[in-house]
């Protein structure tokens, strides 16, 4: 019996004990059902758009100092003295809003074309976790500038979770630090951002590409009868090339957004303000727009188990929709899905502010404004 020829210089020694080019070959020419489409580059334009907010991220936590003092005047010498600073925070800041958008509108691309179904569960579900920690990534990052708008929306954010039964008022102090919101907080959110959610998406986005390559793609959701006309392709070329453009035109968007009109921090945060008037972010303007449906002691209900009916309906799209369709409901699907998935977007334009309130008038009808916070949002529901 013949030894095994032994392989000629570094790299194919290397490869023989870490085959990452059979790996990586093997990756390049998946088949995709149906050939390569511009639809499918949103997945490639998310993890594009995640490394360039953890480099620009590394870059600012360089100068950064997690103290009420220092934090928005760190931020303010990265804008002015460092080199491009000004572009890099731009660039950081544009980058998270337009990541939220397009893990919004890559969830609703696998949706579409049916991404979710048999045996692809476990792809959807590590997707919509990842969707649950980019929304957690914005709210922290929010509040490291310790700004007004930063303070105040920290103030709010933590407040809601006083509404959960039974242990309400210990999550609260878990997420502060102690009863108010403060240097603690800060120091809870900074190591949060840096530390904890990166490592956390570091896990879910390997464990999202596993299943996704175990699996395969699953294709369009004309897939079946496209493989009767069009061609299987490889994930190389032709889908490389896609993703490349696609790719490249977003990080040229974003560095033009930061370079036409960055962002700029307001006033060093002040508890005792009362003129300022809080208002969330856009990806939570909804949430606020539905507590105005459950006023009073049923505030609750919005704050926790509306947002939670809605990602529990999400995650199991997998499985209830194959159930319905089993039983013949599956005319009613669509229009059902359609009205239920949309209302947050919904909710989310049709949120629109109104006067400014004082806060010295919460201040006087409550003994403790926190709870109150949410009415200073001053969001009404449009009447049609």
Same mark, same amino acid.
């Given at each position: 019996?013949?030894?095994?020829?032994?392989?000629?210089?570094?790299?194919?020694?290397?490869?023989?004990?870490?085959?990452?080019?059979?790996?990586?070959?093997?990756?390049?020419h998946?088949?995709?059902?149906?050939?390569a489409?511009?639809?499918?580059?949103?997945?490639s334009?998310c993890?594009?758009?995640?490394?360039?907010?953890?480099?620009t991220?590394?870059?600012?936590?360089a100068?950064?100092v997690?103290?009420?003092?220092?934090?928005?005047t760190?931020?303010?010498?990265?804008?002015?003295?460092?080199?491009?600073?000004?572009?890099?925070?731009?660039?950081?800041?544009?980058? +998270?809003?337009?990541?939220? %958008?397009? =893990? !919004?509108?890559?969830?609703? &691309? @696998? #949706?579409? *074309?049916?991404? /979710?179904?048999? $045996?692809?569960e +476990?792809?959807?579900?590590? %997707?919509? =976790? !990842?969707?649950?920690?980019? &929304? @957690? #990534?914005h *709210?922290t990052? /929010?509040?490291? $500038?310790?700004?007004?708008?930063?303070?105040?929306?920290?103030?709010?954010?933590?407040?809601?979770?006083?509404?959960?039964?039974?242990?309400?008022?210990?999550?609260?102090?878990?997420?502060?630090?102690g009863?108010?919101?403060?240097?603690?907080?800060?120091?809870?959110?900074?190591?949060?951002?840096?530390?904890?959610?990166?490592?956390?998406?570091?896990g879910?986005?390997?464990l999202?590409l596993?299943?996704?390559?175990?699996?395969g793609?699953?294709?369009?959701?004309?897939?079946?009868?496209?493989?009767?006309?069009?061609?299987?392709t490889?994930?190389?070329?032709?889908?490389?090339?896609?993703?490349?453009?696609?790719i490249?035109?977003?990080?040229?968007?974003?560095?033009?957004l930061?370079?036409?009109?960055?962002?700029?921090?307001?006033?060093?945060?002040?508890p005792?303000?009362?003129?300022?008037l809080?208002?969330?972010e856009w990806?939570?303007?909804?949430?606020?727009?539905?507590?105005?449906?459950?006023?009073?002691?049923l505030e609750?209900?919005?704050?926790?188990?509306?947002?939670?009916?809605?990602?529990?309906?999400?995650?199991?799209v997998?499985?209830?929709?194959?159930?319905?369709?089993?039983?013949?409901?599956?005319?009613k699907?669509?229009?059902?899905?359609?009205?239920?998935?949309?209302?947050?977007?919904?909710l989310?334009?049709?949120?629109?502010?109104?006067?400014?309130?004082?806060?010295?008038?919460?201040?006087?009808?409550?003994?403790?404004?926190?709870q109150?916070?949410?009415?200073?949002?001053s969001?009404?529901?449009?009447?049609?």
């Open positions: 019996m013949e030894a095994s020829p032994k392989p000629n210089g570094v790299l194919a020694a290397i490869e023989e004990r870490v085959p990452i080019g059979k790996a990586l070959r093997s990756f390049l998946e088949s995709i059902p149906g050939g489409r511009w639809a499918y580059v949103f997945g334009m993890l594009a758009l995640i490394a360039l907010q953890a480099i991220g590394i870059v600012i936590a100068y950064y997690p103290s009420p003092d220092h934090a928005l760190t931020l303010e010498y990265v804008e002015k003295e460092v080199p491009f600073g000004r572009v890099l925070l731009g660039v950081h800041h544009w980058g +998270a809003n337009i990541l939220v %958008g397009l =893990v !919004l509108v890559h969830v609703a &691309q @696998a #949706f579409v *074309f049916g991404a /979710y179904k048999r $045996p692809r +476990a792809v959807w579900l590590s %997707g919509v =976790v !990842l969707l649950l920690l980019v &929304q @957690a #990534f *709210f990052g /929010y509040a490291l $500038p310790w700004d007004q708008e930063g303070y105040w929306a920290t103030e709010v954010g933590t407040a809601l979770a006083r509404n959960t039964p039974f242990i309400g008022e210990w999550v609260m102090r878990m997420m502060r630090g009863p108010e919101v403060g240097a603690v907080t800060l120091t809870h959110f900074f190591a949060i951002h840096v530390m904890v959610l990166p490592a956390i998406v570091g879910a986005i390997l999202h596993v299943f996704l390559r175990l699996v793609p699953a294709g369009t959701f004309r897939a079946d009868a496209e493989r009767e006309t069009r061609a299987a490889g994930f190389f070329p032709h889908q490389v090339f896609k993703d490349a453009v696609a490249t035109l977003l990080v040229a968007v974003v560095v033009g930061a370079a036409w009109q960055y962002h700029p921090h307001r006033a060093l945060a002040n005792s303000d009362t003129s300022f809080p208002r969330p990806n939570f303007l909804f949430l606020f727009q539905i507590q105005k449906l459950f006023p009073g002691s609750w209900l919005a704050a926790l188990v509306v947002p939670a009916l809605l990602v529990g309906m999400v995650a199991a997998p499985f209830f929709i194959t159930a319905l369709q089993n039983a013949g409901f599956q005319a699907i669509a229009p059902a899905l359609q009205a239920f998935l949309s209302a947050p977007g919904e989310t334009i049709e949120a629109k502010p109104l006067q400014p309130v004082p806060f010295s008038i919460v201040l006087s009808t409550a003994e403790d404004a926190p109150n916070l949410p009415d200073l949002l969001i009404e529901i449009t009447n049609r």
